[in-house]
């Protein structure tokens, strides 16, 4: 059941600006960003008289503003709203470097340049050990980075792996398979951070060292459970999500070529549908509110009009070249102060993991209590179920009473098997020293011993296991402490007083504000005038004013008008970009993918609105015809067989199709022979080489001149060779090489 507020309540908008960057400064660079501590801030165009533009914001913080101040006057008052049940949602926006991460995680090695999610991860803990000792929490974290357009986990194993997104209608949109990690004290937490940042999707641009290609987003689960006025155990959830969103960047100004570029056009897509989500929330005629265009909006979608309390920070840069952007930021910023949330505090959802938790841990409990009072503790198990079957990985601090007891038990436990130990050894002594005994019969005792001591340890082992599993899940689930009562009494008054101040801060603001109008008012408030020359002079005085004014507005209006052009510029410049890769992808398709197999896919697949892509459409089982039904395996034979196949077998057929099973057989390959047979008779020198060769060595002498002998050899080579030659030409072929596919 989820509690309804009345009230509805505006995203608080802040703004930070940096400050110059050294390589801003070495290129004189000039400061065109001023910022007021009353929330306001102007923006001089640079080289122009123009007058600064001005916006108005909830807070406005500058390069001497500290981490600690940004924490303080944005985030910590949603903390202790998580705390309490509500959803909370805190996200940087803004041009690429102009100090987002900074501002979300900052320096994690110094203490002062902290950001805003390592701060609220102490005031998430220093909030549980300040609550009361009979609140239960239970706190989860999970982290996920959003890169072109795909969902990744970065805590999984696979951080590359895409996630898609499902919605339900009581919990709204979530990340299927996501990991969370339960956590027990801010060192676990921040563990978890590191890991995570350590898998983020991070590039160096010509606008920044370290760029985040990525929106990222880390989230807190708060789950509480009280004791209600009912008596019975109450949860409440809150969910913390701390947003890093990747800059805006034109593609034009940062020259970003290849993944660079393909990245860009991502963010800038995402962030432009977020920017139209905004419009569209601002804007009283529009119908409909486009956050199913990107994956971004889809999971902001409850922070941006839905059931949240909401901090946006918009970062901006002061320098020149950089006016453009900054302005662009601050309109869209101005129109998020106009978008109305309505947040409510989650209470008794039904999925809340504590509540298993809590079950889970009461078994345990039973299941101890039993072994203490000697009863046979699968008894209870039969009662309640498999205990331990869903052991979820959580964090807790046990009651200072159920651990001296579970010391106790667990020394107990340790002295038992001890005893065990030095009984058994004591037996076995008495058993070797009895001498009426048989050896075999000695041999047979010691055995039983043996077993009998095993079994006993291994009971007590058991209990001992039990107790570890009891201790490790109770330590996951936190509780409040007592001690911390009185810090917990200050912490509230603190921000009781904080709030006030924050109320007079904005009732200041607003006094201001209708000061500023009351004197644009007084000069048209007619009036007697005693002669008319006062009155010409009051004419031509209000004549000015509004010559003014309307110079501003034309001023104002050719500004936007320039907005929206570079906006249309950017986004042809991304449409090109999106057109090249589409480009390469057709000639991809049309040269390395059959036609026939293109036009099969493109059959099959459908476009998926709810995880916006394409998919595999599922077989429609009733449109098809019932084909026929799969033949059987012949009895005995791996493959089925038609009877046509077994006639043709049977008649001693040997095609490999009417084979009863798969195996392909490969005659050895020989080569095509290309040489010829000796033919005819040889020269009669060839003849006598020959017989004199057959003859004895003596003979040879006898018959033939040795240089005769020698020429044989010459001539006769020579005459093999030509005969050779001749064949060759006549006869051998030279063998084909294999033809080309087309
Ligand atoms: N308030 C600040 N004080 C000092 N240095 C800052 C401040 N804000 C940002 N910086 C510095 O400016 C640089 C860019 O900041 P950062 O990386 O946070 O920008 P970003 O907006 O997250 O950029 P991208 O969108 O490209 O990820 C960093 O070197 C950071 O340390």
């Known amino acids: 059941m989820q509690k309804k507020s009345k009230e509805s309540e505006s995203v608080k908008v802040c703004i930070r600006c940096r400050p110059l960057s050294t390589g801003e400064m070495n290129a004189g660079h000039t400061v065109v960003v001023e910022i007021k501590n009353t929330g306001e801030i102007f923006v001089k165009r640079p080289f122009t008289d123009e007058p600064p533009k001005q916006f108005t914001f909830d807070a406005a913080f500058d390069w001497n503003n500290s981490q600690q101040q940004i924490y303080e006057n944005t ?3 949603i903390i202790s709203n998580v705390l309490e049940g509500y959803n909370g949602t805190i996200f940087a926006y803004g041009q690429t470097g102009t100090g987002k991460t900074h501002t979300m995680a900052g320096v994690e090695d110094d203490h002062k340049q902290r950001g805003i999610i390592p701060r609220a991860f102490e005031d998430v803990f220093k909030g549980v050990q300040s609550d009361s000792v009979k609140t239960q929490f239970l706190i989860r974290a999970s982290y996920l980075e959003i890169y072109n357009e795909e969902c990744r986990d970065l805590l ?17 949109v979530y990340v299927k398979d996501l990991s969370y990690f339960a956590v027990k004290d801010v060192s676990e937490i921040r ?80 962030l432009s549908t977020l920017c139209h989500v905004i419009s569209a929330l601002t804007d009283p005629k529009a119908t409909y509110i486009p956050y199913r265009e990107s994956k971004l909006t889809r999971l902001l979608q409850d922070s941006l009009g839905g059931n949240t309390k909401t901090v946006m920070i918009a970062n901006v840069g002061p320098a020149d070249y950089n006016y453009d952007e900054t302005l662009n930021t601050l309109r869209y910023a101005s129109r998020a102060k106009n978008i109305q949330n309505k947040p409510r505090i989650n209470e008794d959802p039904k999925d809340a993991l504590l509540r298993e938790y809590q079950d889970e841990v009461q078994k345990l409990r039973q299941q101890l209590a039993a072994i203490q009072s000697g009863a046979d503790p699968s008894e209870l198990m039969k009662k309640h179920g498999i205990i331990g079957k869903q052991v979820i990985e959580v964090e807790k601090q046990i009651f200072i009473e159920d651990k001296e007891k579970m010391r106790e038990f667990e020394d107990k436990l340790q002295q038992e098997k001890n005893d065990i130990r030095k009984k058994a050894e004591e037996e076995k002594q008495l058993i070797i020293q009895q001498k009426n005994l048989r050896e075999e019969e000695k041999q047979k005792l010691l055995e039983e011993l043996q077993k009998r001591e095993q079994e006993q340890e291994k009971a007590k082992s058991k209990q001992q296991k039990l107790i570890q599993k009891l201790k490790k899940m109770e330590e996951k689930m936190i509780a409040g402490s007592q001690v911390m009562e009185v810090a917990k009494k200050q912490q509230k008054e603190l921000m009781k007083t904080k709030k006030i101040l924050e109320k007079e801060r904005q009732q200041e603001e607003d006094l201001q504000r209708q000061l500023k109008e009351k004197e644009k008012g007084r000069m048209q408030i007619i009036k007697k005038f005693n002669n008319l020359q006062e009155e010409l002079e009051f004419t031509n005085q209000k004549m000015e004013n509004l010559w003014k004014e ?42 390395f993918i059959p036609p026939e197999d293109y036009k099969k896919i493109e059959k099959i697949t459908e476009w998926n609105d709810d995880i916006n892509d394409w ?38 057929d040997l095609n490999p199709r009417y084979k009863f099973d798969n195996i392909l057989q490969l005659d050895l390959d020989m080569p095509e022979r290309t040489t010829e047979d000796y033919e005819g008779m040889p020269s009669s020198k060839v003849q006598q080489a020959i017989q004199a060769i057959l003859n004895d060595d003596d003979n040879v002498n006898d018959n033939i001149p040795i240089s005769t002998l020698i020429n044989f050899n010459d001539q006769c080579l020579q005459d093999e060779n030509e005969k050779k030659k001749a064949t060759r030409l006549k006869s051998a072929k030279r063998p084909k090489s294999a033809k080309k596919k087309e």
């Not at 109450?234 to 805006?248: E, P, Q, T, W």
């Open 75 to 77: 985030s910590a008052q």
């Open 191 to 270: 563990e978890v951070m590191n890991i995570g940042q350590k898998n983020r999707s991070v590039r160096e641009t010509m606008m920044n060292a370290a760029s985040s290609r990525s929106h990222s987003l880390f989230t807190i689960t708060v789950e509480r459970s009280e004791i209600g006025a009912d008596g019975k155990p109450h949860i409440r959830v809150g969910k913390l999500n701390m947003v890093d969103l990747a800059g805006s960047e034109r593609l034009s100004k940062t020259g970003a070529v290849g993944d660079g570029a393909k990245e860009a056009a991502k963010i800038n897509l995402s």
């Open 550 to 591: 309307y110079q501003e507005l034309t001023h104002e209006h050719n500004n936007i008008r320039d907005d929206f052009d570079r906006e249309r510029n950017d986004m042809y410049d991304t449409i090109y970009e999106l057109s090249n890769q589409l480009k390469l992808k057709n000639l991809i398709i049309e040269n």
């Open 615 to 652: 998919v595999i459409r599922k077989p429609d089982f009733k449109e098809t015809k019932a084909g026929s039904k799969r033949p059987q395996s012949a009895v005995g034979m791996k493959r089925p067989t038609s009877e046509y196949s077994r006639i043709a077998k049977g008649l001693g």
């Open 156 to 172: 999984s194993k696979n951080p590359k792996k895409k996630l898609d997104l499902h919605e339900k209608p009581d919990s709204g």
